[in-house]
């Protein structure tokens, strides 16, 4: 399974950007992904799910509102859409899928998942 990752730049405070992460290697509409962010210093956390279905989807309190995940699985992909971003959203952004098929609930922990993006920073000045 191969994760690609892409979309990360530098922005302003209060801009917009939009995460992409292409998979291959298996059946991507079979399969939950999720979007983690690291920081310096930081440990790697959550910032959101998406059922493999993409009915349902999952998000850290601190992205609620402002971000919005969403999957094409005609493409392989899935999208993360930031608006309003703050300097405290500056981190490397990485994909993640589990290494189980049809999960009803992603997983919010990256020990949840076994496969992982190279990861695409972002940036946001002040």
């Known amino acids: 399974v191969q994760l690609q990752a892409s979309g990360g730049g530098l922005v302003q405070a209060g801009g917009s950007l939009r995460l992409s992460c292409t998979a291959s290697?298996?059946?991507?509409?079979?399969?939950?992904m999720g979007w983690f962010r690291q920081a310096p210093g930081k440990e790697r956390e959550f910032v959101a799910a998406?059922?493999?279905?993409?009915?349902?989807?999952y998000y850290a309190d601190s992205v609620k509102g402002r971000f919005t995940i969403s999957r094409d699985n005609a493409k392989n992909t899935m999208y993360l859409q930031m608006n309003s971003l703050k300097p405290e959203d500056t981190a490397v952004y990485y994909c993640?899928?589990?290494?189980?098929?049809?999960?009803?609930?992603?997983?919010?922990?990256?020990?949840?998942?076994?496969?992982w993006g190279q990861g695409t920073q972002v940036t946001v000045s002040s």
């Open positions: 998406i059922r493999w279905s993409g009915g349902s989807t």
């Open positions: 993640a899928t589990p290494p189980r098929a049809f999960t009803l609930v992603p997983g919010t922990n990256p020990r949840d998942y076994d496969y």
């Open positions: 290697g298996r059946t991507f509409s079979m399969y939950s």
